[in-house]
């Protein structure tokens, strides 16, 4: 390889590098490698080490190094406006804010994470234009009505979140502490294979170590989870999609009933009950 070819990858590397440095929070070297893994650029934890040096002592970028443990954490000076090779249009902010919205949870945190920079320059694309454009305009007239009566999202631990999406990303399995419904808490490992959003509360789609059959997991009563090393190969029989046709999200259990009703033209007249025929999920008492 000669030496503009290798200027010219280090350069790449470089501007990889600066793109994934979030501003709110700490990086480390560790997870910044494993980020370009992701797109192909594979190098070593020392050479991201050096790099990361570099860019700290360089005046041309204010990042910040947090060095008061290691692994140390790197992410932009508070004054810092980050680093993007092309500035996103008025446009682009309006959708990157909007999908940012619904697809928070729905997404790994490392993928997210990898786009802060993008989503943090989108909205500050949004808030500060002067102008009321038709894109700024375009947010205060569209909403997402409930279908039945709102409610406040559970809280979910601190890096319960993280520590799931890590896991269903990489098909690894799961520890966990769970507080029932009866309030027990159990400590269990677990084969993640979906999550699934239900108004304002995530579930996890799972099976427990040893049995062959899903179970859901409500995401606000994890007490803890931990991301392990063991991989496992996902069932080739479960398919998310005809779980949640088969609505194992509300009663059902994959097995159908026909149910008909009857009534008179005067009890039909009093409340919204027709007479009809329809194939319902079924659930076993």
């Not at 509300?250 to 149910?259: A, D, H, N, P």
Request: aromatic residues 10%; glycine residues 4%.
């Amino acid at each position: 390889m000669n030496k503009r070819q290798t200027s010219l990858e280090t350069t790449i590397l470089i501007i990889e590098l600066l793109k994934r440095i979030p501003k709110s929070w700490w990086i480390t070297a560790l997870e910044l490698k494993q980020q370009l893994a992701e797109i192909g650029l594979d190098r070593d934890i020392h050479t991201i080490q050096r790099h990361m040096k570099s860019l700290v002592e360089s005046s041309h970028f204010p990042i910040d190094m947090d060095d008061r443990s290691k692994p140390y954490g790197y992410r932009w000076s508070q004054q810092a406006v980050g680093f993007t090779v092309n500035s996103l249009s008025i446009q682009e902010s309006l959708i990157l804010q909007m999908a940012h919205k619904t697809l928070k949870n729905l997404l790994p945190s490392s993928l997210m994470d990898s786009m802060s920079g993008f989503f943090e320059e989108a909205n500050r694309n949004i808030s500060h234009t002067q102008d009321p454009t038709k894109e700024i305009q375009w947010l205060s007239k569209v909403v997402v009505a409930p279908e039945t009566q709102p409610l406040l999202p559970p809280e979910l631990q601190p890096d319960v979140f993280n520590e799931v999406s890590c896991a269903l990303y990489n098909n690894c399995w799961l520890d966990i502490a769970y507080r029932n419904a009866g309030c027990e808490v159990k400590e269990k490992t677990v084969m993640p294979l979906g999550l699934a959003q239900q108004g304002p509360r995530l579930y996890l789609v799972c099976r427990f170590q040893g049995y062959n059959n899903e179970r859901n997991l409500a995401m606000h009563r994890m007490l803890s989870a931990r991301s392990t090393s063991l991989t496992f190969e996902r069932p080739e029989g479960f398919d998310l999609k005809q779980y949640n046709d088969e609505a194992r999200f509300s009663f059902g259990e994959g097995r159908k009933v026909k149910l008909s009703f009857r009534v008179n033209k005067k009890a039909g007249l009093q409340c919204p009950v027709f007479l009809f025929s329809h194939v319902l999920q079924y659930s076993r008492p």
